[in-house]
């Protein structure tokens, strides 16, 4: 009695050909998803886009319209024109702010990143663990007594009050410690034989090698920064003073509503920051994995 032995020279092909058409269907499946998730993420911006270059009349209007029925280019111009609100001065306030906030933020949460990481000391767990802790300290507990403190400085109404108060943030120095805990030590040993301070390593070695993920953390630290609203809302007491977040705020007012002017300024206000995560979006990824965060 004999026995035919299975053909088995078509099982490869077909499980290659089934794995490829699951993938196919896979990516088309993702594909989908992404494409509904990012048009749910830019519905705002349309809606902010459109309401900017329509007329009061109709935005508030019973009848939906897409688009504007005659495009109000002269809106462009309004915000910088109106008197109430000095716009540019506002501008100027915020990207001032937010630089200043962004570089001093990265200095010294890299340092103070890189010598927790580094740098022995026995005690560098605790000041580890302290740091920690302020991330569980509720923003509003510190609030009155930065101000308390700001105020008896002269501070208010100044550049010192606005930026100064914020430049340390211990999610950043987290992130930094995590970072550098990864980087090679075979670098930082080269540099110290070379002769090379600690401070010599970090500054010519590190950093150097660390460009991508400083840019990640400058580009989520200038958000913030351009973001913030409730701080400089207390300590910009004078118009001159004001921040693009705080000047959006002085259009609403308990008599009047300016919408188009509203939506404008808005546009307006997020064209810087749609720039800079469009330039650095790369690193943004890059830089969180490298951290070595899992999700």
């Known amino acids: 009695m004999t026995t035919t032995a299975p053909d088995i020279s078509k099982t490869p092909a077909k499980n290659a050909k089934k794995k490829r058409g699951g993938g196919v269907l896979g990516n088309t499946g993702l594909y989908i998803a992404t494409g509904v998730a990012a048009l749910l993420f830019l519905i705002p911006f349309y809606l902010i886009v459109r309401n900017a270059l329509m007329t009061d009349p109709e935005i508030t209007g019973e009848n939906w319209k897409w688009f504007p029925t005659d495009i109000q280019w002269g809106n462009i111009t309004e915000p910088f024109k109106d008197e109430t609100v000095d716009f540019s001065r506002a501008l100027w ?7 200043l906030h962004t570089s001093g933020i990265l200095l010294i949460c890299s340092l103070a990143g890189y010598g927790l990481a580094r740098i022995p000391y026995k005690h560098a767990n605790k000041v580890f663990y302290g740091v920690l802790v302020t991330l ?7 609030f009155v007594p930065s101000f308390v403190l700001v105020s008896s400085l002269g501070w208010v109404d100044t550049y ?3 930026i100064i108060p914020g430049l340390f943030s211990g999610f950043t120095c987290f992130l930094f410690r995590q970072y550098f805990l990864g980087f090679p030590k075979e670098l930082e040993e080269a540099a110290r034989v070379d002769g090379l301070s600690y401070w010599g390593a970090y500054w010519r070695v590190v950093v150097p090698n660390s460009l991508n993920f400083f840019a990640a953390m ?5 958000i913030s920064g351009w973001n913030s609203f409730l701080w400089p809302l207390v300590i910009g007491q004078d118009p001159s ?3 693009i977040q705080v000047a959006l705020s002085a259009y609403m007012t308990n008599q009047t509503v300016n919408y188009h002017l509203i939506f404008m300024s808005t546009a307006i206000s997020i064209l810087p920051l749609v720039l800079v995560f469009l330039f650095l979006q790369r690193w943004l990824v890059q830089g969180i994995a490298q951290t070595g965060i899992k999700g």
């Open 93 to 99: 306030n915020s990207w001032v702010v937010a630089i």
């Open 136 to 142: 569980m300290i509720p923003t509003a507990v510190t």
């Open 160 to 162: 010192r009050g606005l």
């Open 218 to 222: 400058a580009t989520i630290t200038f």
């Open 241 to 243: 003073a004001w921040t």
